[in-house]
């Protein structure tokens, strides 16, 4: 008589939040497959439900609940995690029946949660050696393109922030784990490396920028030292992937990665949370109050390297901004050309230090500030954008079309100052049957908007 082999339990996931928080969750699913599970893409077939939470604004939090409600009602057995895990106790007193509650990052309580839940189904037949550790991991990005988390936690005390109560101080990991990872992305199909933390600039400061060693050398645990060796990295082909830098706070030695990008070790894209210019309101957040000598820096970037892309965000309404205040926000705007913008409505979070500042502002005066610094922004970009018509710029493939009734195929892609999900798009006319998701093409630029570009491919 055969023997039958039991079925893997399977696990759902909803994840939420920034992508810190989506490698937190790869993280929990690579270590899961290794212990047996298989991963299902809907309710009805999940043993048990993952939700990674963000708890970062209320009305995060309130999305949180929302996804927590939702995977009770079509499954019933979940677990909690993420940022919000650390109010176990509205969680519960909203979902009494989920099974389990963990904090951020706590990786072994979730796995362990989930053992007790659904145990797995071993067989010596099957299991006799894990199966994740010595690929790249579970991905639930595209194949072509990677978050590689460098950190956790944060130094800073911003005032309108509650991450190090929720992350804790910073911890950086070790440079040759992180080179390791990469190394492994890239040679799996990773074209595109985004480099994230809370604060990737301040990476290797809590171990003083210890040394490792890396292919028969000593690197540092430092962020110029990391971008570096990830912008040597090469595939099967001999291929370079994209380096693109996120969350990086404009510190002295944030000079010294200018020179790697004009050289094409790294991607030129700079993504900087300004969070506002006027020194009042600067102070107010407890962040530097440097914004004329950052515009000096942004000119003397873009001497080096004039291709850099800058993104920022913003918060507007912030208690105590005034008029004057924010018009000084919409003068720097001008004088630096930031090429991507995102912005915020100042929303109090529960234990942030800002909640208790005084000069509150309405928020009918915060929705009309919102207005007018996106439209702002639009008009900075489609400048920006309208200035790269007639040029060739190398793309990356996110997307193929079916062929349309004319036979013709449309694609879509990003450019170098385009990262995926928060920024623009390339839109291509009559590509070739051949590309594939992943190719870095080269690209005319025939139009543009307000945020994208379109253009055809060059033989």
Request: aromatic share 6%; with cysteine; glycine share 6%.
């Amino acid at each position: 008589m055969a023997t039958e082999i039991p079925s893997p339990r399977k696990v759902g996931m909803v994840s939420l939040g920034c992508p810190k928080a989506l490698v937190d969750s790869e993280r929990i699913l690579t270590r899961l497959r290794a212990d047996g599970y298989a991963m299902s893409p809907d309710y009805a077939g999940a043993d048990v439900v993952l939700v990674n939470t963000c708890g970062f604004l209320d009305s995060a939090k309130e999305e949180s609940l929302a996804a927590i409600g939702e995977a009770i009602a079509e499954n019933g057995r979940v677990i909690v995690t993420g940022c919000m895990g650390n109010e176990a106790e509205v969680i519960r007193a909203r979902f009494p029946d989920v099974l389990a509650v963990t904090g951020a990052h706590q990786y072994e309580a979730v796995v362990e949660a989930v053992h007790e839940a659904a145990p797995p189904e071993l067989s010596p037949y099957v299991d006799l050696i894990p199966q994740a550790y010595d690929e790249a991991g579970v991905k639930l990005t595209p194949r072509h393109y990677s978050y590689l988390k460098i950190s956790e936690g944060c130094n800073h005390a911003c005032s309108f922030c509650i991450i190090p109560s929720l992350r804790g101080k910073l911890a950086s990991r070790r440079i040759d784990a992180v080179l390791r990872e990469a190394e492994k992305l890239v040679q799996a199909g990773t074209r595109e490396l985004l480099v994230i933390s809370q604060d990737t600039s301040a990476y290797g400061v809590d171990v003083r920028h210890e040394e490792r060693e890396w292919k028969g050398r000593k690197v540092r645990t430092h962020m110029t030292d990391l971008a570096r060796e990830l912008g040597q990295l090469t595939d099967a082909q001999g291929r370079r992937p994209w380096v693109r830098l996120h969350y990086v706070y404009p510190y002295p030695h944030v000079d010294a990665v200018i020179p790697l990008m004009a050289e094409g070790l790294v991607t030129p894209y700079l993504d900087i949370p300004f969070q506002h210019a006027a020194p009042s309101v600067l102070k107010a957040m407890k962040r530097p109050a440097n914004e004329a000598k950052v515009l000096e820096r942004l000119r003397e970037w873009r001497k080096l390297c004039p291709d850099i892309a800058i993104r920022s965000s913003f918060v507007v309404g912030f208690p105590g901004e005034t008029e004057a205040d924010f018009q000084y926000l919409l003068d720097w705007l001008d004088e630096a050309q930031l090429d991507r913008v995102g912005a915020f409505r100042f929303e109090p979070v529960e234990g942030a230090a800002a909640n208790h500042l005084p000069g509150a502002v309405p928020e009918e005066v915060k929705e009309e500030r919102y207005a007018r610094i996106m439209e702002k922004t639009a008009a900075i970009s489609a400048a920006r954008l309208a200035a790269k018509v007639g040029r060739i710029l190398p793309v990356i493939i996110d997307e193929i079309g079916e062929p349309d009734e004319d036979g013709d195929i449309g694609a879509t892609g990003r450019s170098q100052a385009d990262a995926p999900e928060i920024d623009g798009n390339v839109f291509l006319r009559n590509v070739s049957e051949h590309l594939q998701v992943g190719d870095i093409i080269d690209v005319l630029i025939e139009d543009a908007d307000e945020h994208d570009l379109y253009g055809m491919t060059i033989s």
